[in-house]
């Protein structure tokens, strides 16, 4: 909190003792202030020792918060000793969270910066320890928010042994009504380049996701329960058969099956692979989630979400969920490795988070016990809503949007007897930023050929967001949503406001984001600043544009906050009108099919491509149709196998013995080693046998022909001389090795010398010079 908070947090922060002052730093304090909630996962009552939970720290929109402080006391405590302290916090996102180093019991920001939620996990105290409370203090500008009692305070207490079958999650009734619609998007962070110790190359995946929305009378998996023959085979297998088979049968507790496809290999960038997703509902009775993946391969850890409830305590339906996830150990197989061979656990174990300290051979072990590196996120966001809803809070515009959103239906239901016309293009996005907004297209009713059965609506909505936003964009940054605007800074007159956002992902090519993190405008609050001005609030949020198509207007209004001092009337207006632009009130007609499932991938191993098609369904007469009919996308199956390669056998060397048996070998080289199952490599070296004459024997004979030898050579020699005597000739030095390659690749050249050693006088051997020889090198391309 340091550089946010006040001098004298700051100078408490020096001194001794610093975990019980933080508690007593309470800055402004104000009733019913419930910006910021603390929420223990799954709302327990109660906490069974030493199982561990996810703690959430959160603002509503639009607030946000810059740092933060989280303990956990036993109750009555003060928090001046270490044993005050019950249980210990763990790490899951050191980018937005670290242990406090003036009190390393406490966690607190890493960065300070605006931010709307963090998470942490917190294992439960041992027996005996009785109530503990969670506390968490908040730093906003300079302010420090503390409560005591309300939502940034929790209180757990610790489980009864009687109620030791009990689970430790009550789950509230939910008093939502109607039906929502939610999409659950999946995306796999697992890869070499974030978890590479013993990182499995050849086979790593994402099995098939298999979860269901249900009641709380059936719950699917849970951290400290123990796992179904079903969970059993998604965690050691990847087998989603058992697990739906069970859900299927609870058909009352159950409102949707969830599925999506596995994925082979585990990472690839958005923009070659679409992240799986899947959509659900849920209902008053039936407003849990709960999804399963197993990360392969593995002895049985998984990742997912376990009886999320999307109900509020506002009688609504949750927007949005993000949960980032690590790894858990379903207790039913002992390995520690991810390609450990097959050692039931027996007795079979409870389910449990994966640590940073379960086994030195563990992909994630770290000798100093920090947290381990996520693998996944899940994005749980809602589409649409059915039915009457009773919710009391007012909907914000991330809510109307979702509602706008459509349906996308696994097949076209649209009666034979309604004949439309193309759909338009998309309008331009409402938002230019990447924040929500929504664009829309409609189509005209040619004809109704039977009035008894009613034609569906003629205008679409779908939530967009501006350029280089998009999270399946994988060459861009991915950004997240502009905080809300800061208020002027001034309160009449012109002043500045200002708002930020950060970069939740980096480009796949490692490039630097250039896109803007903060934005300033100016902003006019109050014009004249005389007596006889009145006093009024910012201009709100246009409102949606009148016209469903063609030109209409929009509004936007702004409130009085203090008549004039002067007790004049006030002039201010309190309403702004503009015009605005919706997609042109004609189309092109046009009636499709559903597209076709995409074809199998094109290859069968490694990269390639798969189609699929719709057929044209509207009548010839009634026009052109400009629609696409197929599309092609890329696919991706496991890496084909790289057999073996060599070169050329080399010529057979000499004998290795002047007389008698010897032997000659000869050598090739590796040019590709195989990979991914290719046929391995042949012998490299061969040998062979060699005769030459045989050896002589006999001190004496072997004596006489060295010597023999020698007399030879020393004649020749004489000869030499003799010659070179009567016939002077050029005396050359041996060649020199050969310089450096002048380039690295792309062809260069090297070259070599012969120097004279003697010249001669006579004037007949006058071109006796230096020799020099060139060659190529490095001819590979670069």
């Known amino acids: 909190a340091k550089g946010f908070s006040d001098e004298t947090l700051e100078k408490a922060a020096k001194s001794e003792g610093y975990c019980s002052r933080i508690l007593r730093a309470q800055g402004t304090r104000r009733e019913g202030y419930n910006e910021f909630s603390l929420r223990v996962e799954g709302d327990p009552e109660f906490y069974k020792p030493g199982n561990s939970y996810r703690v959430t720290l959160s603002a509503a929109t639009p607030a946000y918060f810059r740092g933060f402080t989280l303990i956990a006391l036993k109750e009555g405590k003060e928090g001046d000793k270490e044993e005050d302290h019950a249980g210990s916090f763990q790490i899951i996102d050191e980018e937005e969270t670290q242990f406090m180093s003036n009190c390393p019991v406490a966690v607190t920001e890493s960065t300070p910066r605006r931010r709307t939620r963090i998470q942490v996990f917190w294992t439960a105290p041992p027996t005996g320890t009785g109530c503990v409370i969670l506390k968490a203090s908040i730093v906003q500008k300079r302010i420090i928010y503390f409560q005591d009692e309300g939502s940034l305070t929790k209180k757990i207490c610790e489980q009864d042994s009687a109620s030791e079958g009990v689970t430790d999650k009550p789950i509230l009734d939910c008093c939502a009504c109607g039906t929502a619609k939610y999409r659950l998007t999946f995306y796999g962070n697992w890869s070499e380049k974030t978890h590479p110790k013993d990182f499995p190359r050849r086979t790593n995946h994402w099995s098939a996701i298999i979860g269901s929305s249900h009641s709380k009378n059936y719950i699917l998996w849970e951290y400290g329960g123990y796992a179904s023959e079903g969970v059993k085979q ?28 596995a994925q082979w290999p585990a990472w690839q960038p958005l923009n070659v692979r679409a992240a799986p997703s899947a959509e659900f509902s849920v209902d ?26 999307l109900c509020t305590k506002d009688c609504g339906w949750v927007q949005k969920v993000v949960q980032d996830l690590i790894p858990w150990d379903a207790g039913t197989d ?11 656990t027996v007795p079979q174990e409870k389910i449990r988070p994966l640590t940073s300290l379960d086994h030195p051979q563990s992909p994630f ?22 039915g009457e809803q009773c919710n009391i809070v007012p909907d914000n515009i991330d809510d109307i949007v979702a509602d706008l959103a459509p349906e996308e239906k696994e097949e076209d239901d649209t009666p034979e007897t309604c004949i439309y016309s193309n759909w338009s293009p998309w309008s331009a996005c409402s938002s230019s930023t990447c924040e929500k907004g929504k664009r829309m297209r409609q189509r005209m009713l040619k004809a109704q050929l039977d009035l008894s059965v009613p034609c569906p609506d003629t205008q679409d909505f779908q939530p967009c967001m501006g350029p280089g936003c998009s999270d399946e964009d994988g060459s861009t940054c991915m950004m997240s949503d502009w905080i809300t605007w800061s208020p002027c800074s001034v309160s009449c007159g012109m ?3 200002s708002r930020e956002r950060y970069v939740k992902q980096f480009p796949e090519d490692g490039s630097m984001c250039k896109v803007p993190t903060e934005e300033t405008e100016k902003c006019i609050v109050n014009e004249e600043c005389s007596p006889s001005s009145c006093l009024v609030t910012e201009w709100g949020e246009w409102d949606e544009c009148s016209a469903s198509c063609g030109t209409g207007m929009k509004r936007r209004h702004r409130m009085i906050k203090m008549t004039p001092a002067d007790g004049s009337m006030c002039k201010a207006e309190t309403t702004e009108a503009e015009k605005c632009m919706m997609p042109e009130c ?17 290859v069968t191993c490694g990269k390639g491509m798969r189609t699929r098609q719709r057929m044209l369904k509207s009548a010839a007469e009634l026009g052109d149709c400009n629609e696409e009919l197929e599309q092609a996308e890329k696919c991706m199956l496991p890496e084909c196998p790289i057999d073996c390669e060599l070169t050329e056998w080399s010529q057979w060397s000499e004998c290795n013995t002047s007389c008698g048996k010897g032997h000659m070998i000869r050598t090739r080289m590796i040019k590709i080693e195989p990979q991914f199952g290719g046929t391995a490599c042949p012998e490299t070296v061969q040998r062979t046998k060699c005769r030459v004459r045989k050896c002589l024997r006999g001190p004496g004979m072997e004596k006489r022909r060295w010597k023999e030898a020698r007399d030879k050579r020393r004649s020749e020699q004489a000869k030499k001389n003799l010659d070179s005597e009567q016939y002077p000739v050029c005396r050359l030095k041996p060649w020199t090795a050969w310089t450096e390659c002048s380039t690295l690749c792309g062809g260069g050249i090297q070259e ?4 004279v050693k003697k010249r001669s006088k006579s004037t007949q051997f006058t071109s006796c010079k230096d020799k020099k020889e060139l060659r190529a090198c490095n001819v590979h391309p670069c």
């Open 234 to 261: 998604v965690a050691e297998l990847g087998s989603p058969v058992k697990m739906e088979e069970e859900i299927r049968q609870q058909s009352d507790e159950v409102l949707t099956v969830i599925k999506a496809k």
């Open 284 to 309: 008053r009775h039936r407003h849990l989630m709960s999804f399963l993946t197993m990360l392969g391969p593995s002895p049985d850890w998984n990742v997912g979400l376990s009886a999320e409830d």
């Open 334 to 344: 002992s390995g520690v490795t991810y390609e450990s061979p097959n050692k039931p």
């Open 365 to 386: 072990y770290d000798p100093e016990g920090g947290s381990i590196k996520l693998v996944a996120r899940v994005v749980i966001e809602r589409i649409a809503r059915k």
């Open 495 to 497: 002043g500045t406001r």
């Open 586 to 602: 004609h189309t092109i007609p046009c009636l499709l099919s559903p597209w076709s499932e995409w074809s199998d991938c094109s």
């Open 752 to 755: 070599r010398y012969m120097m």
